[in-house]
């Protein structure tokens, strides 16, 4: 009987030690603590698991373009939030909020909230 719960702790220590391993903290790519704002046009929209990415193109005050690699939620947890692969489309005008990354040249940004200007389509929020 003791072998058994032994075997047992075991087995549920690698097991749930396994999935809280196996997510990235985002305090480690992002300034949790900052957010900025980035607007231009939607160059991509990878509808994905484990995280989606928005591709998006913005001019800097220079007037050159830096894309702006966008980090969102899984798919399965975008289509809870009645996000599909098809409600962003190239060329759709963006404005992006989120915790800028914590390598400048990167141009990375987690998603807080996304707006299209165009039909007012908005989504906002924080998903893990």
């Given at each position: 009987?003791?072998?058994?719960?032994?075997?047992?702790?075991?087995?549920?220590?690698?097991v749930?030690?396994g999935?809280?391993?196996?997510?990235?903290?985002?305090?480690a790519t992002?300034f949790?603590?900052?957010?900025?704002t980035?607007?231009?046009t939607?160059t991509?929209?990878?509808f994905?698991?484990?995280?989606?990415?928005?591709?998006?193109?913005?001019k800097?005050d220079?007037?050159?373009?830096?894309?702006w690699?966008?980090?969102?939620?899984?798919?399965?947890?975008?289509?809870q939030?009645?996000?599909?692969?098809?409600?962003?489309?190239?060329?759709?005008h963006?404005?992006?909020t989120?915790?800028?990354?914590?390598?400048?040249?990167?141009?990375?940004?987690?998603l807080?909230?996304?707006?299209?200007?165009?039909?007012?389509?908005?989504?906002?929020?924080?998903?893990?």
């Amino acid at each position: 009987m003791k072998r058994t719960l032994i075997v047992l702790a075991i087995a549920i220590a690698l097991v749930t030690g396994g999935r809280a391993y196996a997510h990235h903290s985002f305090a480690a790519t992002y300034f949790v603590d900052q957010e900025i704002t980035v607007e231009g046009t939607l160059t991509q929209f990878m509808f994905r698991n484990p995280h989606s990415f928005v591709k998006v193109d913005v001019k800097d005050d220079k007037g050159q373009i830096q894309t702006w690699a966008v980090e969102w939620g899984g798919g399965a947890q975008l289509t809870q939030a009645h996000v599909t692969r098809d409600t962003l489309k190239p060329g759709d005008h963006v404005i992006v909020t989120g915790n800028p990354g914590r390598d400048p040249a990167e141009h990375r940004i987690r998603l807080h909230k996304i707006v299209r200007p165009s039909d007012g389509w908005t989504w906002e929020g924080v998903i893990m």
